[in-house]
C-alpha cells in the first residue's frame, strides 16, 4: 500500500476527518493553533502505529513497554512500526543527537562493538590480539628503553591490573578478596590506597580501580646482563599472566606519570598501542570511555582567539595586551614573569606588537615553558624572588577562566567557542574512530542521511 489511510479521525479536536497520506515521502503538517496537526500526527498516527508494534510482542516485553490507548478513529490502513519526537522532548543538551534521542545511534554502538575492525589511531595499520609471551616481550623492551634514557639512577615501574574501568559503585567486596589475595595497594582515580586501610567511596559515582601486582626497580647497569634479562623476562610473564586473569585481559606499566596499556584483546605491535576488549559503551561520546579528552564529547571547546587580545598598535608597556593593560600598572606575579620571560628572549617591551615576529608572537602569545627568576617585592613589602615557568597569555587567560566556576566576565569576550582540535569535531578518542566497519567509523556513518 502506498498510502495511510485514515477515516473517521476523532481524536481530541479532530472533526470526523478522512485522509490518505503518502508513504516513503516527506510530508508537512500545517496548520493553526489548535487546528488538530498533534492530534492527527502524535495522537492519532503514531499511537495507533506504536500500539499495534507493541501488541505484536511478546507478553514478556509488553509489560515494561506498555500499549499506548487507541486513537478515537473508525480505520487507519498502511501502518509500520513508528517513531515520534516530540517537539517539547527537545533537548538542550549539547551532547544529544537526533541519533541519540531516537536511540538508533545505540543500535549503531552495537553493530560497531560487534562486528567493528580495530586499526591502530597512530599508522593506520588493522590490529589484533597479543599473546602472553609478546606482552612480556614489549614490556622488556619498554622497560630496558626507559632506563636507557638515564643510565645511571634507578627507575622506578608499577605494574598493574585495571579490575574495574569507569563503573559505579564501592567495591567494598572487591578491596576484600583483593586483600585476602595477598594484595597491598591499589590505584583509585589516580589516588594510591593501602588496602589495610578504609576506602570510601561514593556509590553513585563512576570509579576506577587499579591493583598493584608488582614493583619493579631497574637500572641500565642490570640490563647489559643478558642473564638478569631472561630471568626478567620470566619473572614479567608470571606477572603477565596474574594481571590477564585478574582484569579480563589488561595489564597497565606504569613509569613515573606515564601509563602503557597492554592488552591480550588488540594491540599495534609497530606503535605500542593497546585497546581493552571492544564494547558498544566506547562508541559513545557521553561515556568516559570514548569521549574526545579534550572536549569531553561536546566536539567544541572554549579558548582564546589570539586576534581578540592584542593591539598590534601598541606596545606591551603601551596595554597592547588588551586583558592585562591595567594590570601592567601594577606589579602583579604574573605581569612580572611575563616582562622577564620576553625581555629575556629578546623582545622589546616598547615595540609595537605588530612589529614581532612570527616566533616573538608565538612566545607572547603561547610561552616558552621555561622557568624564570623573578624578583619583585610580597604583599608584605619585603624583596622576594621566585621561579615560574612561562607559558604565554593564553594559557595564563584559560586558566583564569576555567578555574572560576561562576565565570569570569573580564574575559568572557575574548572567548570564543571552536571545533575541537583533537577530535575535529568529532566527538570520540582517536582509538574509537579507527574502529571501522566497510571502511567506514561510527562518526562517518552517523553523518550519512537516511535513505543511505
Not at 66 to 74: C, E, L, N, Q, R
Not at 127 to 150: A, F, P, W, Y
Not at 267 to 275: D, F, K, Q, R, Y
Request: glycine share 6%; charged share 25%; hydrophobic share 35%.
Amino acid at each position: 500500500m502506498d498510502y495511510i489511510k485514515i477515516r473517521g479521525a476523532r481524536q481530541h479536536n479532530l472533526k470526523n476527518i478522512n485522509l490518505d497520506i503518502p508513504k516513503n515521502k516527506l510530508v508537512v503538517i500545517t496548520g493553526i493553533s489548535g487546528s488538530g496537526k498533534s492530534s492527527l500526527a502524535f495522537d492519532t498516527i503514531y499511537a495507533e502505529g506504536q500500539r499495534r508494534y507493541v501488541e505484536s510482542l511478546s507478553a514478556y516485553a509488553r509489560q515494561f513497554l506498555g500499549i499506548m490507548d487507541k486513537p478515537d478513529v473508525d480505520l487507519i490502513e498502511g501502518l509500520s512500526p513508528s517513531i515520534s519526537i516530540d517537539q517539547k522532548m527537545a533537548s538542550h543538551n549539547p551532547r544529544s543527537t537526533v541519533g541519540t534521542i531516537t536511540e538508533i545511534y545505540d543500535y549503531l554502538r552495537l553493530l560497531f562493538a560487534r562486528i567493528g575492525h580495530p586499526h591502530c589511531s597512530h599508522c593506520g595499520r588493522e590490529i589484533s590480539r597479543l599473546t602472553v609471551d609478546e606482552i612480556t616481550d614489549r614490556l622488556v623492551l619498554q622497560i630496558e628503553k626507559e632506563v636507557g634514557r638515564d643510565k645511571v639512577i634507578p627507575h622506578k615501574f608499577y605494574v598493574y591490573s585495571p579490575v574495574v574501568r569507569d563503573k559505579k559503585g564501592e567495591f567494598k567486596s572487591l578491596f576484600e578478596n583483593l586483600k585476602s589475595k595477598g594484595f597491598s595497594q591499589v590505584k583509585v582515580d589516580n589516588n594510591i590506597y593501602n588496602l589495610d586501610q578504609e576506602i570510601d567511596l561514593i556509590k553513585t559515582n563512576k570509579h576506577s580501580v587499579y591493583v598493584l601486582v608488582k614493583y619493579l626497580s631497574e637500572t641500565y647497569k642490570n640490563f647489559k646482563k643478558e642473564d638478569y634479562r631472561k630471568a626478567l623476562g620470566l619473572e614479567l610473564k608470571s606477572i603477565v599472566e596474574q594481571c590477564l586473569a585478574l582484569s579480563d585481559g589488561l595489564l597497565i606499566l606504569n613509569s613515573g606519570n606515564k601509563d602503557s596499556l597492554y592488552s591480550e584483546k588488540f594491540s599495534c605491535p609497530n606503535c605500542n598501542l593497546s585497546i581493552p576488549e571492544i564494547e558498544p559503551r566506547m562508541f559513545s561520546f557521553n561515556s568516559p570511555l570514548g569521549a574526545c579528552k579534550k572536549c569531553h564529547g561536546i566536539g567544541t571547546i572554549f579558548q582564546v582567539d589570539p586576534e581578540l587580545i592584542i593591539n598590534k598598535n601598541l606596545s606591551v608597556n603601551e596595554g597592547g595586551i588588551l586583558p592585562f593593560n591595567k594590570l601592567f600598572f601594577h606589579e602583579t606575579w604574573f605581569i612580572r614573569v611575563l616582562k622577564t620571560a620576553l625581555i629575556e628572549e629578546g623582545i622589546n617591551l616598547e615595540k609595537p606588537l605588530g612589529e614581532l615576529n612570527k616566533k616573538q608572537l608565538e612566545i607572547l602569545l603561547h610561552g616558552t615553558g621555561k622557568v624564570y627568576q623573578v624578583f619583585g617585592k610580597n604583599r608584605f613589602g619585603r624583596q622576594t624572588v621566585i621561579y615560574e615557568k612561562f607559558n604565554g597569555i593564553i594559557d595564563e587567560l584559560e586558566r583564569r577562566y576555567f578555574e572560576n566556576q561562576q565565570g569570569y566576565p573580564e574575559i568572557d569576550k575574548y572567548i570564543r567557542e571552536v571545533v575541537c582540535p583533537s577530535c575535529h569535531g568529532y566527538r570520540l578518542t582517536p582509538e574509537i574512530l579507527s574502529i571501522t566497519v566497510n571502511g567506514l567509523n561510527i562518526w562517518e556513518i552517523s553523518q550519512f542521511s537516511v535513505d543511505k
